[in-house]
């Protein structure tokens, strides 16, 4: 059962990047008392969310937080180290990053997409949510394409 509107964000500690590399930041230092985006995709690098779903964030990210949002937030299941390389090339310095890299957050919101077959282990559905003060008020779950997790599906739901 994956989490759903109305729910809470779950209690965990992983990692963001700092000016001296990898530290760790807890859900509720990232959602309390603000109203966040989060958006999540199987792979840094792959294809799909290189080339569609996170250039759309990142075109759109001052039109999004100029609808009182305080920070849009990328996460995947990879280490902090490939997010930062990954944050670097696609010039996502306004997206804040979150390394998922043991699936901890993934797993407690129920959102694990089993790559296993492919070879790339358990990774994070492709999703968006709008997170006002910890609380999921929009998710939207892609299991093809973006259309319900893109940056202009975001915008519409704002
Ligand atoms: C993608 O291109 O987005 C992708 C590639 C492999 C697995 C999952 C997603």
């Not at 996170?54 to 995947?76: H, N, Q, S, T, Y």
């Amino acid at each position: 059962m994956s989490i759903q509107e109305g729910d809470r964000i779950p209690d965990i500690t992983i990692k963001t990047n700092g000016p001296d590399g990898p530290k760790d930041i807890s859900t509720g230092e990232l959602f309390d008392r603000r109203r966040v985006v989060l958006f999540a995709v199987p792979g840094a690098f792959t294809p799909g969310c290189s080339n569609t779903h996170m250039p759309g964030f990142v075109i759109k990210a001052d039109e999004i937080l100029a609808r009182g949002v305080d920070a849009i937030v990328c996460m995947a299941v990879n280490d902090a180290f490939v997010m930062d390389a990954w944050q670097k090339s696609q010039n996502a310095e306004n997206i804040t990053m979150l390394a998922d890299g043991s699936g901890r957050l993934t797993e407690a919101l129920g959102l694990t997409l089993d790559l296993t077959d492919g070879d790339m282990g358990k990774r994070c559905k492709r999703f968006a949510m709008i997170v006002n003060d910890g609380v999921v008020t929009y998710l939207g779950i892609d299991d093809k394409g973006v259309a319900a997790s893109s940056a202009g599906t975001i915008l519409d739901k704002l």
